[in-house]
């Protein structure tokens, strides 16, 4: 039996000169032409057109008469056969087509497979092909006819290609009406743009056209149809953007589980949809808070968070700082692109910062001093950060919490409820709510996450691979000195000069080691969310001089806070005593006695004068004039010296005794 892989150009027919075959190209065309070769029905079985350069048809030797055929298979035996990966070639295509065939047409091929495996059974058992055909033919209700035509389309086929082979392999071609080219160009423009126009609006556009110029177009029905068929992808971009088609493309499932527990963190912010009563300096105002948070990757587990009016730097470097005393310090960091995430307090000298420029004089931020790894999420793209969705499944809950009544907003202008802005939470409230939220988001058992397995919290598998972590010593412990370094910086404060005493945010702070740098300039560290904790304060050139506590203001009538005031003062006394105990080791008693054993000589004396006053003259008044009397020259100098020498010294003078 010839192989299917056979196939032969007119050309290559009347090359080798077969019986009753002519021996020119035209000749074999004529005869094509005279006996219908080129039936459509036969179409992949008797002819195919070839792929070759030229293009024309090819033919299986059954389309020869029997003494052709019979000299090819002579010769067949004394030629090579073409190449097996040609015939590979040819199987593919017969499966490739019978699987891209429906249901329905796999039916048929199956049970005229069965009904010619049922004959090939009786042939193989010594019965006549004939009678065998007859005899299943009239077992299965089908013509005799039909059953040999099977056997054509598998002939040159190995038997376990037969099933692909009886596949029906026709179709009927689809009348499709002609449509102008640049109608048809328009109309798509028209229909393929951002603003989403309706196929209705488009069609009427058209069809005015149309009349202008003479088209003869389709029904709507049929162009609406024709545009559906166009790519999805096509229309989504097209219609919706470059974001809707990125929805359509599966999304990256990046293992959590490389990581353990603090490894790797990431952080974002998040506007809540609520009003809440936010007081500040003594003014109340009506806000929408953002709640900034750090997250565990591996786990999913909300680590620390702050909530303040913005997303600024301070509450970003606060939350930060939360986590890293609470649970130490992470090795990599996926923060999101945002002006505050980017500030130079937190990541000065990243060289990949998305945004600001990088200078050399640039301060060293947080996060590089601690050697946190600093990693920048993809702008716009809520894809590559996962505490996005935790932000879908705690916040979107929270805002709608019973205790928020009337305080909702909607999530989007259009979806704003009934009674929106008819009241506003007490920020205590609302903090209260987003605490126990996040607790109960850290809890929740039947997480459905990698690492989870549907069975576990974020709580529970955290703190396993961090226990597991912390023995081997993977974890980095916060000291005294980092958790400080993450508090917010005052630029520079002046400590009382009377009783060193610092001054913020309408609070008072003292301790002893403020005494020695009355007056002089300060900078200090605090936590602007918790002003009653320590104040902890720095040299201006860095040196940390220690920590002040609050000096909290009493009521004017409270004893209980007189009574406490009164027994730290005793306190602040007892210490300063015993520190004048420490450095005076030597009474007064003791110094008195040290120096009055010390021989001191005695001066000399001066030669002994007599001092007596000098009473100048005065003027002597006769009646309206006074006239001055003078003995002689001496006297008349004396009173002109008298006159300039200073008040103190005119009724003194010093008379030497020898004269007299």
Known sequence: MLSSVQWFSPSELAAMALPDMPCTKRGIN?????????????????????????????????????????????????????????????????????DALPDTLKARAEKAHRIVMAVEMLVDAGCRKKIAVLQIARMEGVGATTIMNWYRDVRGLNRCDWLAGLAPHYAKRAEQVECPTEAWDILKADYLRLEAPTFTSCMRRLEDLAKKKGWKLPSSKTLKRRLD???????????????????????????????????????????????????????????????????????????????????????????????????GVPKKCWLDNGRNFASKWLTGGVQNRYRFKVRDDEPMGILPQL???????????????????????????????????????????????ENYGSSAVPLDVFLEVVSEGIREHNARLGRRSDVCQGKRSFDDVF??????????????????????????????????????VIELADNRYFSDFLLQHRATSVVVRFDPQALHDDLHVYR???????????????????????????RAYKAFKRSAKDLEKAEKRITAHELARIYGDVETPEPELPETKVVRPLRPKAPISHGNAAVAHHDDEEEDWLSQYNEQVRPAERSLRLVDTDED
């Open 371 to 417: 050697g946190v790894e600093v990693h920048w999420a993809t702008p716009y793209s809520g894809r590559s950060k996962p505490i996005e969705r935790a932000w879908r499944d705690l916040a979107g809950d929270l805002a709608k919490h019973p205790r928020f009544a009337g305080a909702y907003t909607g999530n989007t202008v259009t979806s704003k409820p």
């Open 540 to 566: 201006l050139d860095g040196t940390y001089l220690g920590a002040a506590a609050c000096v909290e203001k009493a009521g004017f009538a409270d004893k209980q806070a007189a009574q406490s005031h009164a």
């Open 30 to 98: 004529a005869r094509i032409d005279s006996e219908g070769w080129l039936n459509p029905e036969n179409e992949g079985k008797s002819w195919r057109i070839r792929k070759g350069a030229g293009g024309g048809y090819e033919f299986t030797p059954f389309v020869l008469p029997l003494p052709a055929r019979a000299a090819l298979a002579i010769k067949a035996q004394d030629v090579k056969l073409e190449e097996p990966e040609l015939e590979q070639r040819e199987r593919q295509d017969i499966w490739q087509r019978y």
């Open 463 to 500: 703190m396993e691979s961090y226990q597991d972590a912390a023995n081997r010593g993977a974890i980095t412990t916060a000291t005294e000195e980092m958790h400080r370094l993450c508090l917010m910086a005052a630029e520079s404060v002046t400590v009382a000069r009377r009783d060193g």
């Open 229 to 327: 068929t166009l790519p999805p992808e096509l229309l989504t971009l097209c219609r919706k953007g470059e974001q809707a088609l990125k929805v359509m493309f599966p999304a990256q499932k990046r293992d959590h589980a490389v990581f353990h527990a603090l490894e790797a963190v990431n952080a974002d912010g998040h506007k809540f949809d609520v009003f809440v009563k936010w007081v500040e300096n003594g003014k109340e105002t009506i806000v929408r808070p953002v709640l900034v948070g750090f997250q565990d990757i591996y786990s999913g587990k909300i680590l620390s968070w702050r909530v303040d009016v913005s997303e600024n730097k301070e509450c970003v470097r606060l939350a930060f700082g939360d986590m890293v005393a609470k649970y």
